[in-house]
């Protein structure tokens, strides 16, 4: 059994979940964390009995076999290229970036170099995201809506636009990906916010955003997100297709049709233990599972930019059409769609 040496970019509550994830691996060895808040690398390092460095660079002088990338939306881009001109496979945490220039350009140096990557939007990994595209395969989607409402995390940078990217780019993520995976490629969204910050300090993004896309197949959709409350009340899609209702979220799966209603449940901590075993086991060539490879999740990136653009310009923004906005296939992974439009 070969084994995989891993090292953490980032030492924050996404990180510190992925090192508790990889120690559990009979396969794996954490090799190095470093963090910009060095005492934090040195906690988790301590953790997890493995050694605290002062950069990237560092990190990667050790030679490690994969790195996971755990950092802030606005952090992503330097520590990305140092890890793809190293030709290192990479894990990055979604969202891929604070906006979609950084993304753009991390991809094309990815696909340059042929970069094994897998990005953490581990919803893909429930098993009940399968039982639901076998329920739709023979009835096309009607209508979607997608809800994320919650509250502001507890990190400073998160309720500053510039730094997290908004609820839409950083929380609604998840949601907006398995959008992609069961209905298909949007072409057109239109956004609002309401314009007003939530109630804590330095925040300058929308308290609340309400949206509504058109899909290349037909459907129509909306997107409801909200970081006014003070617990995460909903999260998840609501898919209508002829005789058949669809409720997913990370915990679950009820299905309403002619036979009537039925409840199947999912452990959304079996997902979370799965993106990283599909990762691994790639970087080891023991298994080919990645289902978000970093192209796939920089099209999640550019319906997510595209809504926050339109809620923030009051325009309704344009995607790409053609064959790139056709439905993802059974693994995950449609052409690639390229710029967008803001609508006159």
Known sequence: ?????????????????????????????????????????????????????????????????????????????????????????MFVEKPVAVDLDTAERIAALVEQRRLLTAVGHHWRYLHVVAQARELLADRPVRMVNGAWLDRVPPVAWWAVRDRSGGPVVEQAAHVLDLTRVLVGEAVEVTAYGDGNPPPVDDADIDSVTAATLRFASGAVGTLAAACVLGWKHRAGLEILADGLALSLAEDGLTVRDADGERHLPADPDAARVAVDRAFVDAV?????????????????????????????????VSLPTGPAALAPTADG????????????
Do not use: K, N
């Not at 924050?12 to 979940?17: E, H, K, L, S, Y």
């Not at 970093?294 to 809620?311: D, P």
């Not at 992974?333 to 006159?344: E, L």
């Open 284 to 316: 080891t060539g023991v298994g080919d599972d990645i289902r978000v490879p970093y192209a796939e999740a920089l099209r999640t990136q550019r319906l997510a930019v595209a809504l926050a653009q339109s809620a923030r310009t009051g325009r309704g």
């Open 1 to 89: 059994m070969r084994t995989c040496r891993v090292g953490l970019v980032g030492a924050g509550g996404v990180a510190q979940r992925h090192a508790r994830v990889l120690e559990s691996f009979a396969d794996v060895e954490l090799v190095g964390v470093t963090d910009v808040t060095r005492s934090a690398a040195a906690r988790l390092a301590d953790t997890h009995s493995t050694r605290a460095f002062a950069d990237v660079d560092d990190l990667l002088a050790t030679g490690p076999d994969a790195v996971y990338v755990c950092v802030p939306p606005f952090a992503h881009g330097p520590v990305e290229e140092a890890v793809v001109a190293a030709g290192v496979p």
């Open 333 to 344: 992974r449609p052409g690639a769609p390229t710029g967008a439009t803001v609508d006159a």
